[in-house]
């Protein structure tokens, strides 16, 4: 009988019969001598909300301008729903795209912002006047519908200008920094509103953004970029759990990176001799050769207190405390071992206390599990 897993319908990225919506096919952008974007090929599935995730220069808005027709490429060809648009403009793209600063016009109200492309389009009178009616209703600003943007508060522009992108009723929406102008806590609850309205809609989404936790929250997958390129493509859960490179793994959220040598192969577990003086056995389905230098990445939450060392002194380390960062929910250790490796914890502070579980200078001993982390070898 097969398990629930085993009846679970594949996501699109996972069934090799489904085709992409967006095809980007060995794409490649200059500007003179710089690679903007280089030799990235990448599919993006109808009804994703596919996030390019990277920090500044990386590319990835390069990518979305591409995608858009506000660039062209240097070489390599775009499909959007089976058709190639690589040399087609922007205006026959069945395209939107919404900029990090909104840009609505100053001297219309909200309601000729969101009408304002359906003119250019030339639609009749009764069906602009019910799109708008639509996006105000879906985006909840009805009241605001004779309000000028400087009349508005920042989460009241940002639904404006999706407002107008949404009433073209696009087949792709592209979203550049959607949220970077809005302040923490309304940043927070635009990112749920904004994975539930997609959601809704159906319309696949392609967002750029340099914040991890906004990918993370909103991203049915994640691209991260580096220098032009495409370093993993993978779901949240899986770049964080599982990141394919050193590159990944520091730059997607805290992590401890422990160096060291391949000296045993036990099956799927791996020892490695580690540089901090002990040995980790960890869990690996990839071949590795025996005198392998690896590193192994371990998240600070993986890491839980022991109360004495084991007797073989696998996967266990001394330190010190060094830092204690309190945050409320959680609390972040730094520990300094012996050898001057830095190692962060984070414990969940479930109770109330008064005082932190751990004090500055207290030695301490930390464990993890074979299965707590990832071997990289690159």
């Not at 899986?238 to 394919?244: C, Q, R």
Request: proline share 7%.
């Amino acid at each position: 009988m097969p398990s629930p897993s085993d009846r679970r319908p594949l996501e699109p990225w996972q069934d090799p019969k489904a085709a992409p919506y967006v095809r980007i096919d060995r794409v490649t952008k200059q500007f003179g001598d710089v690679y903007a974007v280089d030799d990235v090929s990448l599919n993006i599935f109808q009804g994703e909300f596919f996030s390019l995730l990277g920090s500044s220069g990386c590319g990835k808005s390069t990518l979305l301008r591409l995608l858009a027709g506000l660039e062209y490429p240097t070489s390599g060809r775009i499909y959007i729903d089976g058709v190639d648009v690589t040399d087609v403009p922007p205006y026959s793209r069945p395209v939107n795209m919404m900029f990090q600063s909104y840009a609505l016009f100053p001297h219309m109200t909200v309601e000729q912002n969101i009408e304002f492309g359906l003119k250019q389009d030339r639609l009749p009178r009764r069906e602009r006047a019910e799109r708008v009616n639509e996006m105000l209703d879906l985006l909840k600003i009805t009241p605001l519908r004779k309000r000028r943007p400087d009349q508005l508060s920042g989460g009241q522009r940002q639904r404006v200008a999706l407002a107008r992108s949404l009433a073209k009723h696009p087949k792709l929406l592209l979203l550049d920094e959607p949220l970077g102008a809005l302040d923490k806590r309304l940043r927070e609850n635009t990112q749920f509103e904004l994975v539930n309205l997609q959601e809704r809609l159906g319309i696949t989404f392609v967002t750029v953004t340099h914040d991890q936790e906004e990918a993370m929250t909103m991203s049915s997958r994640i691209a991260v970029m580096d220098a032009g390129q495409i370093m993993q493509i993978d779901t949240p859960t899986a770049i964080y759990e599982f990141p394919n490179s050193r590159f990944v793994a520091e730059f997607i959220g805290s992590v401890n990176l422990f160096e060291g040598k391949i000296v045993e192969i036990q099956g799927d577990d791996i020892l490695i001799e580690a540089q901090f003086g002990g040995l980790m056995r960890m869990r690996s389905l990839q071949p590795h050769p025996i005198g392998t230098p690896a590193v192994v990445a371990i998240r600070p939450e993986k890491l839980r207190l022991c109360q004495t060392p084991s007797d073989d002194g696998v996967n266990r380390l001394q330190g010190v405390v060094e830092d204690i960062a309190y945050l409320g929910d959680v609390s972040i250790y730094r520990l300094r071992t012996g050898g001057g490796t830095l190692v962060e914890m984070t414990l969940t502070n479930i109770q109330p206390r008064t005082e932190q579980a751990l004090t500055w200078e207290q030695e301490v001993w930390v464990e993890w599990s074979p299965t707590s982390g990832v071997v990289l070898t690159d």
